[in-house]
């Protein structure tokens, strides 16, 4: 249980009292693929395109689509979007304290009293967001298992090479599909994209309302673009603004250290109220490196550690995009993570003063697509694998007290009750999945065969051996391949 749930509730119960479909972050909160010139407003729901022409007149259509905008309507007439799935499957679980993202995103305090004066705005209206993530560029060192040529250099090069995976009934990562679907990125130097363009036409107007800018990629450590809004920020200070980076830090050293210089120069100079480096990994050790393909596991662990050691007010937040591949070895990702938490949890950061509480966090969404690499193909065995996650969190949750004349202390320092809501919130969407078959995308059968597929091409294309990787996971694998040819 969240400690502050009566906030989720709250905010639950002003929702649906516009709509039980109603969400502010289809307002207040974009992202935006600069590279590909695509938006969505949160990173569950698919992109779309951002018309040339709309953009062109009106930089505020990076966020202001006419298409997002008609999604907004649905909202508003007690309709659910299709693209917000996520969040209906947790709502339908109808847990009194499991709350899905439309409640948290929501419940945000960045939102300030939107809740109230949003439903009063025409719903066409331009709105000037108050949480911005962006890329400028789809160029990366990695290609994650899941991920896609538009958002990776490495996979397109892999996908021109060989192709797209053949996992039938469809292909995956099809470079022609991406095309029709208007997701391929534009073949032009950053500085010359008109949606870059555009984005920094918008900045001016929208700085001063945003509480969170945050850039992400590709691999945003390798676009210089990256450097320029650390930069425009020192020269132009956002005391209310918060901004954050993700990355997979797995760059060379001399990102690593701009990136720490950047850092603390935003700091010395008050240029931003706070800062995050969100990051990925979710799994241990050589699991996790046959997930993020170009990971080195040990250099990530050093880099996230760095980072805290050598910028002392930032925090680090782990997302960690929950698969089948994330299940049989969570739990030792998980105690890497703990030893992190305690090695920077000190006495001088056990209040709420720099950090507060937290110096890392820990996100656990759960993959839906590829569907075939979700956790919900698997069978029930592995639920005990999450299980097993559940309890090592709840057993090592943080613990607060009273020390007279100090205030709120951590008496016992852990995961956050964040982490246990969020990996409760998994097991029981995962749970629903496999043991009730109810949630799914695609009938299971399709995606276990289409899972099998996937694994023997990937291993003839990366030179990767699964079954050495995941010998646990070879009795399913053969399951796969037996029973869903």
């Known amino acids: 249980m969240i400690q502050n749930d009566s906030i989720f509730r709250e905010t639950r119960e002003k929702l649906d009292t516009v709509s039980t479909s109603f969400c502010l972050a289809k307002w207040n909160q974009v992202t935006v693929h600069l590279n590909s010139g695509t938006t969505h407003s949160c990173h569950h729901c698919p992109p779309h395109k951002i018309p040339l022409e709309e953009v062109t007149k009106n930089p505020s259509a990076l966020h202001n689509t006419e298409e997002k905008k008609n999604t907004r309507k649905l909202m508003l007439n007690n309709e659910r979007p299709s693209e917000c799935n996520f969040c209906w499957r947790v709502d339908d679980l109808k847990q009194e304290r499991i709350f899905s993202d439309r409640i948290k995103k929501s419940a945000a305090t960045w939102n300030g009293d939107t809740i109230n004066t949003i439903p009063q705005l025409p719903w066409d209206a331009d709105v000037a967001p108050k949480y911005i993530e962006m890329d400028f560029s789809n160029t990366c060192n990695f290609k994650c298992i899941y ?27 099809s470079l022609d599909s991406m ?34 800018i945050r850039v992400t990629g590709g ?31 797995g760059v060379p050293d001399a990102s690593i250290d701009k990136l720490i210089n950047g850092i603390n120069r935003l700091y010395e100079n008050k240029a931003i109220k706070e800062m995050i480096i969100y990051t990925s990994c979710e799994a241990h050790g050589a ?45 030792d990702f998980l105690s890497d993570m703990l030893v992190l938490i305690k090695r920077h949890v000190t ?29 919900w193909i698997l069978t029930e065995e592995y639920l005990k694998y999450i299980n097993d996650c559940v309890e090592f969190i709840q057993q090592n949750v943080f613990e607060f007290k009273n020390v007279y004349n100090q205030g709120l202390r951590m008496s016992k320092v852990g995961f956050s009750d964040y982490a246990l809501h969020d990996i409760r919130r998994l097991y029981e969407v995962l749970q629903n999945a496999i043991v009730n078959n109810t949630g799914r995308n695609n009938p299971v059968e399709m995606d276990r065969r289409s899972f099998h597929k996937f694994i023997t091409e990937n291993d003839r294309r990366r030179g990767s051996n699964f079954i050495e990787v995941f010998p646990e996971m070879a009795e399913f694998y053969e399951f796969c391949k037996k029973n869903y040819r």
């Open 219 to 249: 691999e945003p450590l390798l676009s210089k673009n990256t450097f320029k809004l650390i930069d425009y920020f020192i020269d132009h200070p956002q005391p209310n603004c918060q901004f954050d980076i993700n990355s997979n830090l």
């Open 287 to 331: 699991k996790a490196e046959y997930i993020r393909h170009g990971l080195n596991y040990e250099r990530w662990l050093k880099n996230v550690d760095r980072i805290l050691t050598e910028c002392p007010q930032v925090k680090i937040s782990v997302m960690c995009t929950y698969n089948a591949l994330s299940v049989t070895s969570f739990k």
């Open 147 to 173: 991920c896609s040529p538009n958002f990776s250099t490495t996979w397109l090069k892999e996908v021109k090479e060989h192709g797209p995976h053949r996992v039938e009934p469809f292909f995956f990562n």
């Open 347 to 375: 006495p001088e950061n056990r209040g709420v003063n720099g950090r507060g509480f937290f110096p890392i966090d820990l996100d656990f969404p759960y993959l839906r697509y590829p569907d075939f690499l979700s956790a």
């Open 179 to 212: 095309k029709w679907e208007g997701k391929m990125p534009l073949e032009v130097a950053e500085d010359e994209n008109p949606y870059v363009q555009a984005f920094w036409k918008w900045l001016p107007d929208i700085i001063g309302n945003l509480h969170n």
